[in-house]
């Protein structure tokens, strides 16, 4: 069967295709950092020149339609920035760290705010998922590379970018890793084009959410196998969970109030009565094991995580402290505020901050749960966006969203896509359902 040509056609597009395909490229000069938010501001400003500009008629199609929930990612982003300045304010950080702080928002917080407002322009889902497919062919073809470079005993990092002096979170934005190793085992894990290798997890569960929407069937195989060798290799245990839950979990939001699926919780839920006490002691046991799994990584973490919400509660509930603080010798000097988004928040930027991420998360959750029980285009595009909502969801507890938005952006725009596309029917809504169950 002869493999479907997927070509960009629009300006949006072709930024978008042209840098994800381009993602190795970038990342091997050190340029992936600063092409992305570049990229985000342009087609920024190309989408309001469109709504709030003079359009002609003949692109009146172009104009964004922007719904509410999209909306509300700018609203709740502009309170990030609010939360900055008067964190600032409040400590005395000075001019020099507020304004370092707001670029570093324009690269950060900002950026979930406008890749769902991309999301909103002229893109065909079709590109996103052919694309992603195309990084993982490209991962797939690089292994040789990653793995020989271990067992050869290279270097793990061949060289820091120039580009990082233009301004950076750290070194490793800019560095080429070829591999790395654990520093308790000494057991080696890949970060594949990412600063860590978490976060290479993190975009691989995206890749493969994008991954099976293809529907040439040799890309999805190409999709799947690539995604999931970078789960594997990256040893995230965040990334094993939500690649083997997300797509179930996001099948029974859609499926819930189906017939089957009602009678098959109720028998799955008296069956699971009988062996409740040992189900109990095998969670418990997966628990222990997940947590054993990397015991000093869990430990710094909860000790962050203790830290950031005591001083939170006790010095600035409300608007935070403005910026991560470095952490004593017990948390092997990691900022506080690092390894996990919610706590992150209440350090950095209080309860205003808290919320300002919280309430657009579960709004756009409820608006692509909506959508997804359309057909066609959009319901597949609304599934895909209610799926990143959900590894979204996870990875708050394992990572700082405010610095990977510029590696996990075509996910954020399906948090667009998913709400912005046409709606041309849908299944029966959830109330017939359950009254015909």
Same mark, same amino acid.
């Given at each position: 069967m002869e493999t479907q040509r997927i070509t960009?056609?629009?300006?949006?597009?072709?930024?978008?295709? !042209?840098?994800?395909?381009?993602? &190795?490229?970038? &990342?091997?000069i050190? /340029?992936? !950092?600063?092409?992305?938010?570049?990229?985000?501001?342009?087609?920024?400003?190309?989408?309001?020149?469109?709504?709030?500009g003079p359009v002609k008629s003949s692109n009146k199609n172009q104009i964004p339609n922007l719904p509410i929930?999209?909306?509300? $990612?700018?609203?709740?982003?502009? *309170?990030?920035?609010?939360?900055?300045?008067?964190?600032?304010?409040?400590?005395?950080?000075?001019?020099?760290a507020t304004i370092k702080s707001t670029i570093g928002w324009a690269k950060g917080w900002a950026l979930l705010a406008i890749f769902p407002f991309i999301g909103c322009l002229s893109i065909r889902p079709e590109l996103i998922y052919r694309a992603a497919c195309i990084v993982c062919l490209h991962t797939l073809l690089l292994l040789p590379v990653f793995i020989g470079a271990y067992a050869l005993g290279l270097p793990q990092n061949l060289w820091v970018s120039p580009f990082k002096l233009l301004g950076g979170p750290g070194p490793e934005f800019f560095m080429l890793n070829l591999y790395e190793l654990e520093p308790?085992?000494?057991?080696?894990?890949?970060? *594949?084009?990412?600063?860590?290798?978490?976060?290479?997890? *993190?975009?691989?569960?995206? !890749?493969?959410?994008?991954?099976?929407?293809?529907?040439?069937?040799? $890309?999805?195989?190409?999709?799947?196998?690539?995604?999931?060798?970078? #789960?594997?290799?990256?040893?995230?245990?965040?990334?094993?969970?939500?690649?083997?839950?997300?797509? /179930?979990?996001t099948w029974f939001l859609v499926n819930f109030g189906r017939p089957f699926v009602l009678y098959g919780i109720g028998i799955a839920t008296f069956l699971l009565s009988l062996i409740a006490i040992p189900l109990v002691a095998f969670a418990e046991q997966l628990v222990d094991t997940f947590t054993q799994a990397r015991v000093d990584s869990s430990r710094v973490r909860s000790a962050l995580a203790r830290i950031a919400v005591d001083r939170w509660a006790r010095e600035a509930p409300v608007w935070g402290h403005g910026v991560v603080e470095r952490g004593p010798h017990m948390v092997e000097y990691m900022p506080i505020g690092s390894h996990h988004t919610w706590f992150g928040l209440l350090f950095v930027k209080g309860i205003v901050g808290f919320m300002s991420l919280a309430i657009p998360m579960l709004i756009s959750f #409820?608006?692509?749960?909506?959508? /997804?029980?359309?057909?066609?285009? /959009?319901?597949?595009?609304?599934?895909?966006?209610?799926?990143?909502?959900?590894?979204?969801?996870? &990875?708050? *507890?394992?990572?700082?969203?405010?610095?990977?938005p510029y590696l996990i952006w075509p996910g954020l725009i399906f948090i667009g896509l998913g709400v912005s596309m046409p709606i041309t029917s849908t299944h029966e809504n959830q109330a017939d359902q359950l009254k015909d169950a």
């Amino acid at each position: 069967m002869e493999t479907q040509r997927i070509t960009p056609e629009t300006t949006e597009e072709k930024l978008i295709w !042209y840098a994800m395909i381009g993602t &190795y490229g970038f &990342y091997f000069i050190g /340029a992936l !950092y600063l092409i992305v938010p570049v990229m985000a501001w342009v087609l920024l400003f190309m989408g309001l020149w469109r709504w709030l500009g003079p359009v002609k008629s003949s692109n009146k199609n172009q104009i964004p339609n922007l719904p509410i929930s999209v909306m509300i $990612w700018f609203l709740g982003m502009s *309170f990030m920035l609010l939360a900055l300045w008067i964190g600032h304010a409040n400590h005395s950080l000075g001019l020099g760290a507020t304004i370092k702080s707001t670029i570093g928002w324009a690269k950060g917080w900002a950026l979930l705010a406008i890749f769902p407002f991309i999301g909103c322009l002229s893109i065909r889902p079709e590109l996103i998922y052919r694309a992603a497919c195309i990084v993982c062919l490209h991962t797939l073809l690089l292994l040789p590379v990653f793995i020989g470079a271990y067992a050869l005993g290279l270097p793990q990092n061949l060289w820091v970018s120039p580009f990082k002096l233009l301004g950076g979170p750290g070194p490793e934005f800019f560095m080429l890793n070829l591999y790395e190793l654990e520093p308790g085992t000494g057991a080696p894990r890949w970060r *594949f084009f990412t600063p860590w290798a978490p976060a290479a997890g *993190f975009v691989a569960n995206l !890749y493969f959410l994008f991954a099976l929407q293809e529907k040439d069937i040799r $890309w999805r195989t190409i999709g799947i196998i690539g995604s999931v060798v970078i #789960v594997l290799m990256s040893k995230s245990r965040l990334g094993l969970i939500s690649l083997g839950s997300v797509w /179930a979990v996001t099948w029974f939001l859609v499926n819930f109030g189906r017939p089957f699926v009602l009678y098959g919780i109720g028998i799955a839920t008296f069956l699971l009565s009988l062996i409740a006490i040992p189900l109990v002691a095998f969670a418990e046991q997966l628990v222990d094991t997940f947590t054993q799994a990397r015991v000093d990584s869990s430990r710094v973490r909860s000790a962050l995580a203790r830290i950031a919400v005591d001083r939170w509660a006790r010095e600035a509930p409300v608007w935070g402290h403005g910026v991560v603080e470095r952490g004593p010798h017990m948390v092997e000097y990691m900022p506080i505020g690092s390894h996990h988004t919610w706590f992150g928040l209440l350090f950095v930027k209080g309860i205003v901050g808290f919320m300002s991420l919280a309430i657009p998360m579960l709004i756009s959750f #409820v608006a692509l749960w909506r959508n /997804a029980f359309a057909t066609g285009s /959009a319901g597949g595009a609304a599934k895909t966006g209610l799926s990143v909502i959900l590894v979204l969801f996870l &990875y708050t *507890f394992g990572e700082n969203l405010e610095i990977l938005p510029y590696l996990i952006w075509p996910g954020l725009i399906f948090i667009g896509l998913g709400v912005s596309m046409p709606i041309t029917s849908t299944h029966e809504n959830q109330a017939d359902q359950l009254k015909d169950a």
